[in-house]
T-cell receptor, first 114, second 118 residues
Framework: GESVGLHLPTLSVQEGDNSIINCAYS??????FIWYKQESGKGPQFIID?????DKRQGQRVTVLLNKTVKHLSLQIAATQPGDSAVYFC?????????????FGKGTRLSVIA | GAVVSQHPSRVICKSGTSVKIECRSL??????MFWYRQFPKQSLMLMAT?????????EQGVEKDKFLINHASLTLSTLTVTSAHPEDSSFYIC??????????????FGPGTRLTVL
């Protein structure tokens, strides 16, 4: 069945460095992807999204890259800060398939070393 | 805008009791709400999809008689964990999908409810 997975379960980075979190998805029909940040004891917080007709999208300090050829998604965080420490999930969906829910990947814990 | 609330945020109950969790969309109408469960150090797993005015659709392996879902209005869905047992202890998260306003596919998440069954 469809699944969304991650290459790295944990990631430790020095404060100020850039972080790259990766995600692989298996459903080639997925056309909408989102990155969420989840802090301990809280719900997922939207970071950035991208549709399949794009391969890159930038936000404030974050960039999402989409490679549909290899079904790979990444989140880049520039100048990582202690407040970025959290678990990051990618999620995917097919907008054209109707009212379907987001499917979440396994998550990557990002730890920022001060 | 697009705020989703959950109540309670944390609940501790004895084994065998039932617990109701509310999910509300505060400033938009949600025709569909989703319920997820998250165990420690794991991802969000979809439990069910709740459509306003109709029966919920449950994912495989989720007991519909144990996890009762009611979506009686466009702003409220409830999840009742009946005869809760310690293995039901988890973090329950709802999300709501807004239709209209150019954000038809966006899901907005609640803050979660931590259930601990003793």
């Amino acid at each position: 069945g469809e699944s969304v997975g991650l290459h790295l379960p944990t990631l430790s980075v020095q404060e100020g460095d850039n972080s790259i979190i990766n995600c692989a998805y298996s459903n080639s029909a997925s056309d909408y992807f989102i990155w969420y940040k989840q802090e301990s004891g809280k719900g997922p917080q939207f970071i950035i999204d991208i549709r399949s007709n794009m391969d890159k999208r930038q936000g404030q300090r974050v960039t999402v890259l989409l490679n549909k050829t290899v079904k790979h998604l990444s989140l880049q965080i520039a100048a990582t800060q202690p407040g970025d420490s959290a678990v990051y999930f990618c999620a995917e969906n097919n907008i054209n398939s109707g009212n379907t829910p987001l499917v979440f990947g396994k998550g990557t814990r990002l730890s920022v070393i001060a | 805008g697009a705020v989703v609330s959950q109540h309670p945020s944390r609940v501790i109950c004895k084994s065998g009791t039932s617990v109701k969790i509310e999910c509300r969309s505060l400033d938009f109408q949600a025709t569909t709400m989703f319920w997820y469960r998250q165990f420690p150090k794991q991802s969000l797993m979809l439990m069910a999809t709740s459509n306003e005015g109709s029966k919920a659709t449950y994912e495989q392996g989720v007991e519909k008689d144990k996890f009762l879902i009611n979506h009686a209005s466009l702003t409220l869905s409830t999840l009742t964990v009946t005869s809760a047992h310690p293995e039901d202890s988890s973090f329950y998260i709802c999300s709501a999908r807004a239709y209209g306003g150019g954000k038809d596919n966006e899901q907005f998440f609640g803050p979660g409810t931590r259930l601990t069954v003793l």
